[in-house]
């Protein structure tokens, strides 16, 4: 069944919606015995177990109806992890795993570069600091520049001018293959409400110029303020400070971090949530067994129609190694990029009605 207007509200206003039992009995079976059966090393992306999850459940005629027309995904991020207990490692906000409050949770939106955080304390400016880190990549050390990857396989920036630095689509599908209705079993975490902070803050940084996303104004790429010197600024302060209070806890240093919420979810559910809305796996601590959550990156054909998408990319207007893609004359990709970061709504046709309504409410009062 479509979404109803009391889902498409709640939808709008926290950024993220549970279906319940959307995708069959059958075909979580299926996706479990595939991944059961992998071989070492195996990539399930790509396998029908996996991409049915989407293409052959209900998700696709929602998505349909609240979104619009997308590729078919023919690929997927499989999301298993293990349970383990807190550890000493660095993570890549820069701080320690086991003082990591939330279950480790590291807040961030997707098109963001990663490279593996350095687990000895940096030394040196921010300069010699970041230089270091861009040069970990997988393409070595190429200086400042488009072409660095990160270990995510994201661009350090999408266009080869070097000012649009995140990537984006339209939706998130977050699809459960294990109990995870307990706090604790890894599950996404998400915070609610700040797909719209996010919006608002790529509106202040266009208005500044052209340069969007870390390394645009408020938003620096590194942190050398955190544990190792060397953590990455996933959300910039303006961001984080709206979900910031006396009840946020802490890392040893006594910065605060914005509480997510745990998307509890049992075998079959899936979650519908916007790509733009800050979220994280989490620490595996209590689960009976691994973490398994099956991950589509969705974007609403009407961006670029010639250009069809796997499912997987956060980056999409680039080739998953980075390659830069052929567009035709007069379509900037950067630029229907940028509008699309400033405009979060307007690929989701079918809540148009809604967000419409919320706006004249938010104006009257």
Same mark, same amino acid.
């Given at each position: ?13 926290? @950024? ?22 992998? *071989? ?7 396998? /029908? ?18 979104? %619009? ?9 499989? =999301? ?6 807190? =550890? ?5 906000? &820069? ?8 279950? @480790? ?5 997707? @098109? ?5 955080? #350095? ?8 300069? $010699? ?7 970990? &990549?997988?393409? =070595?050390?190429?200086? /400042?520049?488009?072409?660095?990857? &990160? ?8 266009? #080869? $001018? ?20 307990? +706090? &604790? ?7 609610? %409400? ?26 620096? /790429? ?13 959300? #910039? ?20 971090? +914005?509480? #997510? ?5 049992? +075998? ?18 209590? %689960? ?40 035709? *004359?007069?379509?900037?990709?950067? $630029?229907?990029? /940028? ?18 309504? $919320? ?7």
């Amino acid at each position: 069944m479509p979404l109803t207007s009391d889902q498409k509200r709640f939808f709008y206003h926290n @950024g993220y919606i549970i279906l319940k039992q959307a995708v069959s009995a059958d075909l979580v079976e299926a996706a479990l015995a595939r991944i059961k059966r992998a *071989e070492r090393g195996e990539n399930l992306g790509p396998t /029908r177990e996996m991409t049915d999850l989407v293409n052959a459940s209900s998700i696709t005629p929602i998505l349909h109806d609240v979104m %619009g027309q997308f590729d078919p995904p023919s690929s997927c991020q499989v =999301g298993v992890l293990k349970k383990r207990e807190p =550890g000493d490692q660095f993570n890549n906000v &820069g701080y320690r795993d086991k003082d990591m409050p939330y279950y @480790g949770a590291e807040l961030h939106m997707d @098109g963001l570069l990663t490279i593996s955080a #350095p687990q000895e304390v940096q030394t040196g400016t921010y300069e $010699e600091i970041y230089n270091r880190y861009i040069s970990r &990549g997988p393409r =070595g050390d190429l200086g /400042r520049s488009a072409e660095v990857m &990160g270990d995510n396989m994201t661009p350090l920036f999408q266009d #080869p $001018e070097c000012t649009l630095a995140v990537g984006s689509f339209t939706a998130f599908v977050f699809v459960c293959l294990n109990d995870q209705t307990q +706090p &604790g079993c890894g599950q996404t975490s998400l915070l609610p %409400g700040a797909h719209h902070a996010s919006e608002r803050f790529f509106r202040w940084q266009l208005e500044q110029g052209e340069r969007v996303g870390p390394e645009g104004p408020g938003w620096p /790429r590194l942190d050398i303020g955190s544990a190792n010197r060397s953590g990455n600024v996933y959300l #910039p302060d303006a961001i984080r400070e709206e979900f910031i209070d006396e009840t946020s806890e802490s890392t040893p240093d006594g910065r605060r971090w +914005p509480k #997510p919420t745990q998307i509890l979810m049992e +075998p079959g559910d899936a979650c519908i949530a916007m790509y733009n809305i800050p979220h994280s796996g989490s620490r595996n601590e209590n %689960g009976n067994e691994s973490r398994k959550n099956i991950i589509f990156r969705i974007r609403n054909k009407r961006r670029q129609p010639d250009k069809v998408l796997t499912g997987i990319s956060d980056h999409p207007d680039r080739g998953w190694h980075g390659e830069f893609l052929d567009y035709e *004359e007069g379509n900037d990709p950067w $630029e229907r990029s /940028r509008h699309a970061l400033c405009n979060i709504w307007e690929e989701w046709e079918g809540m148009q009605d809604i967000v419409r309504e $919320e706006l004249a409410t938010v104006a009257r009062n």
